[in-house]
T-cell receptor, first 115, second 111 residues
Framework: KAGVTQTPRYLIKTRGQQVTLSCSPISGHRSVSWYQQTPGQGLQFLFEYFSETQRNKGNFPGRFSGRQFSNSRSEMNVSTLELGDSALYLC??????????????FGQGTRLTVV | AQSVAQPEDQVNVAEGNPLTVKCTYSVSGNPYLFWYVQYPNRGLQFLLKYITGDNLVKGSYGFEAEFNKSQTSFHLKKPSALVSDSALYFCAVGDFNKFYFGSGTKLNVKP
């Protein structure tokens, strides 16, 4: 079956702009999580959605937001981009039945560069 | 608060030798521990997990990990390293679909 698909794979934006990233989870998975990966901060949790509801949120400013649609696809949005937002953004999908099913499957990520 | 620590930024090992990548954890409640691997320009791939049961967990590609409650450790091991094992390895603690990752350990396996 198809894995987690993230689009686009690469993105270059200018400071002050906004950006939307997309994630299509594995068919049947209802939980989608987002992570930011940078050399300095490592992998940091952004937020998690389950059945269109945000269940968990990491320690990021309000410029970072997300949503999940009824087909479980998710988008994350970053407004007023800063140079420090340059990162690899990873999406993970899982069945969401914690702790019965705990395995998360990651997409290849979207590489965002802010100039 | 949940957290994991990977004390080594890099581990170097010769092909054919055993390898260990270290991880210690700090959790409140039951620990749900994971190892993921990341190859260049790729997402994370699941290797193995400890939820409950046997302290020795076997995973993908010949990797295994030993859960040690008294030492709060969850070290990743492999009896015989391959050059193709060279990658970035992350230990993580999971908490309701939210993962707290360690800083990562770069494994270099030399021929």
């Amino acid at each position: 079956k198809a894995g987690v698909t993230q689009t686009p794979r690469y993105l270059i934006k200018t400071r002050g702009q906004q950006v939307t990233l997309s994630c299509s989870p594995i068919s049947g998975h209802r939980s989608v999580s987002w992570y930011q990966q940078t050399p300095g901060q490592g992998l940091q949790f952004l937020f998690e959605y389950f059945s269109e509801t945000q269940r968990n949120k990491g320690n990021f400013p309000g410029r970072f937001s997300g949503r999940q649609f009824s087909n479980s696809r998710s988008e994350m949005n970053v407004s007023t981009l800063e140079l420090g937002d340059s990162a690899l953004y990873l999406c993970a999908s899982s069945l969401g039945l914690w702790p019965l099913n705990t395995e998360a499957f990651f997409g290849q990520g979207t590489r965002l560069t802010v100039v | 608060a949940q957290s994991v620590a990977q004390p080594e930024d890099q581990v170097n090992v010769a092909e054919g030798n055993p390898l260990t990548v270290k991880c210690t954890y700090s959790v409140s409640g039951n620990p749900y521990l994971f190892w993921y691997v990341q190859y260049p320009n790729r997402g994370l791939q699941f290797l193995l997990k400890y939820i409950t049961g046997d302290n020795l967990v076997k995973g993908s590609y010949g990797f295994e990990a030993e859960f040690n409650k008294s030492q709060t450790s969850f070290h990743l091991k492999k009896p015989s390293a391959l050059v193709s094992d060279s990658a970035l390895y992350f230990c993580a603690v999971g908490d309701f679909n939210k993962f707290y990752f360690g800083s990562g350990t770069k494994l270099n396996v030399k021929p």
